[in-house]
Each structure stands twice: as structure tokens, then as C-alpha cells.
């Protein structure tokens, strides 16, 4: 039975990650946002507070907390800042979760503790230009080589892409194959070949890095391979079920924070000698914030339960994710609403939450890709072949 009671454990990480996020990360926000500097000072910061790789275990520099944890922490950092979080959610869950699940142990310490102290950051290649929802058609091609792998290829909107120290790297092996073919390597992002290009004029998302990298004959050797020839799907499916987790937890932030803005706003703004507040129609847009964040941290928290308790929840994952993805969106478009001209200019959060959301219903999985998902898990038929 699923307890939605926060253990006294849980309450304290929750309030640290409050604190730190409004001391540290809400402040520099609209700053870091009109700049558009990725804050390397941040991402610092969050490695010492212990939010990158959070899940792993100890020995690997983790902090062995559950996903339910991890979400709560996800959530302060999401609602003070979506650039900020997606630092969390690409080092934790796209990168470190599948290092963790099928590394070697000779691969985990050498590159996990890096990625939780944020001393050697990593990105997760899988998206081409010419390869997004149909993730299993890598162009990316790796050829045998004596004693390793020449890698060669493009990689499109790559977050942390600029900053990594190493790239998960998607890749065919033999095209013969499809995606019995496809692997995963772990390639360091000063390997001669390999550069990387800042992807400018993004929508919002402006303080997070999101970069093109180039692979030409990049070689790296057999034991950069993370599993085997073949499983390189399982290891984009697995970083991905943990990082749509992330990306929800992410937006019931976005949430959230649109609510109490929006609460705080309409309790002081005054119009026709009243509180905005005191409107019904003010109101009935609060009530759908509520309803729309409720929903959404409910199906994360149920989400990160059947994570915890080691059940499957690839359907209930993407249920979190769409719904928070677009729930964040509308919440972010209400809260405008709500601070009426002043949501429009960014003295106020809700502009930059709906630029920062819009986001989260492409990446990890559209939206259309999550519905597919959910429509596979419930009739056991396939759309996406
Ligand atoms: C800021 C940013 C950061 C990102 N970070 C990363 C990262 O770190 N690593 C990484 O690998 N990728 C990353 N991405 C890429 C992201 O995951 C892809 O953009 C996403 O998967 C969609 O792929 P696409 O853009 O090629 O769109 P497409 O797959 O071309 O889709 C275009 C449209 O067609 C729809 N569509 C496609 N197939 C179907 C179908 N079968 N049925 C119905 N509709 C369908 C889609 O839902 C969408 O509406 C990032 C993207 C952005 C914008």
C-alpha cells in the first residue's frame, strides 16, 4: 500500500533543499536567465550539497537516498530554477543511473565520483539530427577497430554538452542488426575528434548548456563500451525511465512555484478596492493550479514508490511525465494570467517558468511519445514499430 507521509528524514532534505534553493538558486535565476551563462558556480554547489547522483550509492560518492527522496529535492530545485535542475537530472539519471546499471566496477569509480562531487560532468548523446522519437535509428556509427572503436557521427541538443568531461555516446555497430546492433560507449570529450557547439536562441532554458557535438573517427578503446553490442537500447532505456522521472519532478516544481507566486500576487494585488484574490474568477484559476499540481506530485510520488519498492512502472513513469510536463506548461500560462501585465515582464517568475517548461513536453520523450507509451502498457500493442 503506498504511504504518502514523508518520514522525519524525508522532511529534513525536503526543508534543506528549500532553503538552499531560495538562498542560493532563486536569486541568481532571472540573472543567469537573461545572461544565458551556464553557472558553473551552481552546478558546484549542488555537488556539494550532495544532489548530483543523490541515488547511487555511498561508495560511488552517492548519497543512497530513494527515488521518492530524490524527487522531493528534484521539486525545490525545479521550482527555483529549471536550468539549475536539469544539471541534477542529466548528471543523476541520464548519466550516472545507467553507469551504476551496467558498468563495469572498473567504469563506476572511474567516472561516478566525478559526476556526483561535479569534478568530471557528463551528457547523454542519443538525439540526432536526424534521429529524435525513433531513438533506435542511430546514424552514429562505430566500426571495430584493433583493440577498440572508431566512433563517428552528430549529436543534437545535447544538455551539459559544452561542460561534460565524458559523453555517453549512442552508436550502430552493424546497421545489419537495427537495434540489436546499437551500443553504448563512454567517451571522454577530449578524445582528438570530438568537439562540441553551443546551440544558441533556445526558447527559454536559456542558463542551461545545450550543445551539438561532432564525432569524426573519435576512438576509444573495447573498455569504453557501458554493457554490450546489442544492449545499447536497454541503456537509453534506462537512463531515460529514470530521467522522465526527474523531468516530472522537475515540473511539479514549475508547478508549484507558479501557485505560490500566484497565491502571493493575488492576496496583495488590489483592483476595484479588493484583492485580486478575492475574485472568484482569480480564484477558479488558483483551484486548477492546485488540481493541476496535486495531480502531478501524486503520480510522481507513485511513480517514485513502485521505483523503491522495485516494481515495474514504466507506464505509471510516463503518466508522471506527461502530466506534470504539461500540467507545468498550463500552471506556468495561468500564473500570467493571474499577475496580469506584470506576468508578461520577468519581475515576477511565471514568464520564465513557461518558457522553461515548454521543454519538458519535447525532451526525454514528447508528449505524443508518452501516449504512445502508455497506450503500449495498457493494450500490449506497439505503435512505435
Ligand atoms: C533544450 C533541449 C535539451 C535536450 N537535451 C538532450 C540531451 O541531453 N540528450 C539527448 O539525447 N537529447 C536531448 N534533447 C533532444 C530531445 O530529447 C528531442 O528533441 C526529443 O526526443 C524529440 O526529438 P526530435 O526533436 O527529433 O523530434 P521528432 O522526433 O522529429 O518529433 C517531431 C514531432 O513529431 C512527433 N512524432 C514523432 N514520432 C511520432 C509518432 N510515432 N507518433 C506520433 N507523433 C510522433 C513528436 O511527438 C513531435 O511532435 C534535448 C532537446 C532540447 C530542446
Known sequence: MIDFSLTDEQELIREAAREFAAKEIA????????????????AKRLAEMGYLGAILPDEYGGRGLDYRTYGLIVEEIGKADAAARTVISVSTSLCAVPIFKFGTEEQKQKYLPGICDGSALACFGLTEPDTGSDAANQKTRAVKIDGGWT???????????????????FAQTDPELGYKGLACFLVPTDSPGFTAATIKHKLGMHASDTAELSLD?????????????????????????SGRYSVAAGCVGICAGSLECSIEYAKTREQFGKP???????????AQMVLKTETSRLLLWRAGYLKDTGQPNTLETSLAKLHASESAIECANLAIQVHGGSGYVDDYPPARYLRDARV??????????????????VTG???MV
Open 217 to 241: 573517427a573519435v576512438e576509444v578503446p573495447d573498455d569504453a563500451m557501458l554493457g554490450q553490442i546489442g544492449e545499447g537500447f536497454k541503456v537509453a532505456m534506462t537512463a531515460l525511465e
Open 151 to 169: 566512433i563517428s557521427g552528430q549529436k543534437m541538443f545535447i544538455s551539459l554538452g559544452n561542460y561534460a568531461k565524458v559523453a555517453l555516446v
Open 360 to 377: 519538458a513536453t519535447l525532451y526525454e520523450g514528447t508528449s505524443q511519445i508518452q501516449k504512445l507509451i502508455i497506450g503500449r502498457q
Open 27 to 42: 536569486p541568481v535565476a532571472t540573472k543567469n536567465d537573461h545572461s544565458g551563462e551556464f553557472d558553473t558556480h551552481i
Open 276 to 286: 485580486i484574490g478575492s475574485f472568484q474568477l482569480v480564484q477558479d484559476m488558483i
Open 381 to 383: 500493442l506497439n505503435a
